[in-house]
Protein backbone atom coordinates (compact mmCIF):
# COMPACT_ATOMS: atom_id res chain seq x y z
CA UNK A 1 0.00 0.00 0.00
CA UNK A 2 1.51 3.53 -1.25
CA UNK A 3 1.47 5.82 1.82
CA UNK A 4 3.08 9.77 1.98
CA UNK A 5 3.64 11.61 5.16
CA UNK A 6 4.28 15.23 5.14
CA UNK A 7 6.56 17.11 7.48
CA UNK A 8 8.32 20.19 8.05
CA UNK A 9 5.20 22.93 7.95
CA UNK A 10 5.46 25.55 10.49
CA UNK A 11 4.76 29.74 10.86
CA UNK A 12 8.02 31.26 9.21
CA UNK A 13 8.26 34.88 8.32
CA UNK A 14 7.94 36.53 5.10
CA UNK A 15 11.31 36.22 3.66
CA UNK A 16 11.98 32.92 5.33
CA UNK A 17 12.09 29.38 4.07
CA UNK A 18 10.89 26.11 5.17
CA UNK A 19 11.61 22.91 4.10
CA UNK A 20 9.15 20.05 3.82
CA UNK A 21 9.42 16.40 2.99
CA UNK A 22 7.20 13.89 1.67
CA UNK A 23 8.13 10.15 3.11
CA UNK A 24 6.79 7.76 0.53
CA UNK A 25 6.24 3.79 1.45
CA UNK A 26 5.15 1.22 -0.54
CA UNK A 27 7.27 1.74 -3.39
CA UNK A 28 11.05 2.14 -3.22
CA UNK A 29 12.59 5.67 -5.69
CA UNK A 30 15.44 2.90 -6.89
CA UNK A 31 13.38 0.44 -8.23
CA UNK A 32 9.92 2.45 -9.23
CA UNK A 33 8.49 4.95 -11.30
CA UNK A 34 6.39 7.65 -9.81
CA UNK A 35 5.40 11.02 -10.09
CA UNK A 36 5.45 12.75 -7.14
CA UNK A 37 3.84 16.03 -7.05
CA UNK A 38 3.83 19.35 -4.68
CA UNK A 39 0.47 21.04 -4.34
CA UNK A 40 -0.89 23.47 -1.72
CA UNK A 41 -4.19 24.82 -0.84
CA UNK A 42 -6.14 27.19 0.88
CA UNK A 43 -9.50 27.04 2.04
CA UNK A 44 -11.84 28.49 -0.57
CA UNK A 45 -9.78 27.41 -3.75
CA UNK A 46 -9.00 24.60 -5.63
CA UNK A 47 -5.46 22.55 -4.97
CA UNK A 48 -2.87 24.35 -7.06
CA UNK A 49 0.17 22.05 -8.08
CA UNK A 50 3.84 23.20 -7.85
CA UNK A 51 5.81 20.62 -8.59
CA UNK A 52 6.80 17.12 -9.98
CA UNK A 53 9.64 15.01 -10.29
CA UNK A 54 9.26 11.30 -10.98
CA UNK A 55 11.60 8.96 -8.84
CA UNK A 56 13.86 7.55 -12.08
CA UNK A 57 14.21 10.95 -13.50
CA UNK A 58 16.67 13.78 -12.50
CA UNK A 59 14.92 17.06 -12.76
CA UNK A 60 11.89 18.27 -11.51
CA UNK A 61 9.13 20.52 -13.30
CA UNK A 62 7.88 23.90 -11.81
CA UNK A 63 4.74 25.95 -12.04
CA UNK A 64 5.98 29.72 -12.91
CA UNK A 65 4.33 30.80 -9.28
CA UNK A 66 7.76 29.18 -7.63
CA UNK A 67 9.98 28.68 -9.95
CA UNK A 68 13.58 30.31 -8.97
CA UNK A 69 12.13 30.30 -5.39
CA UNK A 70 11.02 26.21 -4.86
CA UNK A 71 13.48 23.85 -4.80
CA UNK A 72 12.59 19.88 -4.97
CA UNK A 73 14.93 17.48 -3.92
CA UNK A 74 14.68 13.72 -3.19
CA UNK A 75 17.10 11.32 -1.09
CA UNK A 76 16.61 7.91 -2.21
CA UNK A 77 18.00 6.09 0.58
CA UNK A 78 14.98 7.58 2.68
CA UNK A 79 12.45 7.59 0.33
CA UNK A 80 11.97 10.95 0.73
CA UNK A 81 11.27 14.07 -1.33
CA UNK A 82 11.76 17.66 -0.22
CA UNK A 83 10.45 21.14 -1.17
CA UNK A 84 12.60 23.82 -0.17
CA UNK A 85 10.86 26.75 -0.02
CA UNK A 86 12.71 29.87 -0.40
CA UNK A 87 11.75 33.96 0.20
CA UNK A 88 8.63 33.00 1.61
CA UNK A 89 5.48 35.47 0.98
CA UNK A 90 1.97 35.48 2.77
CA UNK A 91 0.51 34.20 -0.05
CA UNK A 92 2.46 31.38 0.33
CA UNK A 93 -0.11 30.54 3.17
CA UNK A 94 -1.17 26.97 2.52
CA UNK A 95 -1.72 23.65 3.62
CA UNK A 96 1.50 21.79 1.44
CA UNK A 97 0.81 18.15 0.23
CA UNK A 98 2.55 16.01 -1.70
CA UNK A 99 0.82 13.38 -4.22
CA UNK A 100 2.12 10.21 -5.95
CA UNK A 101 1.04 8.09 -8.95
CA UNK A 102 2.81 5.69 -10.57
CA UNK A 103 4.83 6.39 -13.90
CA UNK A 104 3.75 9.68 -13.99
CA UNK A 105 6.58 11.61 -15.93
CA UNK A 106 8.04 14.97 -14.42
CA UNK A 107 7.28 16.25 -18.33
CA UNK A 108 3.97 15.17 -18.21
CA UNK A 109 1.49 18.21 -19.11
CA UNK A 110 -1.01 17.02 -16.43
CA UNK A 111 1.54 16.78 -13.84
CA UNK A 112 -0.37 20.30 -11.99
CA UNK A 113 -3.83 18.79 -11.85
CA UNK A 114 -4.91 16.92 -8.81
CA UNK A 115 -6.56 14.46 -10.66
CA UNK A 116 -3.04 12.93 -12.02
CA UNK A 117 -2.21 11.31 -9.12
CA UNK A 118 -3.75 8.81 -6.89
CA UNK A 119 -2.01 9.00 -3.29
CA UNK A 120 -2.10 11.85 -1.41
CA UNK A 121 -0.40 12.58 2.16
CA UNK A 122 -2.09 14.48 4.85
CA UNK A 123 -1.16 17.76 4.44
CA UNK A 124 0.89 19.75 6.26
CA UNK A 125 0.45 23.78 7.37
CA UNK A 126 2.56 26.74 6.33
CA UNK A 127 2.01 29.98 7.49
CA UNK A 128 4.02 32.63 6.56
CA UNK A 129 3.47 35.89 8.60
CA UNK A 130 3.66 39.28 7.38
Known amino acids: EVQLVESGGGLVETGGSLRLACKAS??????????IGWFRQVPGKEREGLSC????????SYVDSVKGRFIVSRDNAKNTVYLQMNSLKPEDTAVYYC?????????????????????WGQGTQVTVSS
Open 99 to 119: AADMDLRTRSSVYYYPSSYEY
Open 26 to 35: GFTFDDDSYG
Open 53 to 60: LNTIEQFP
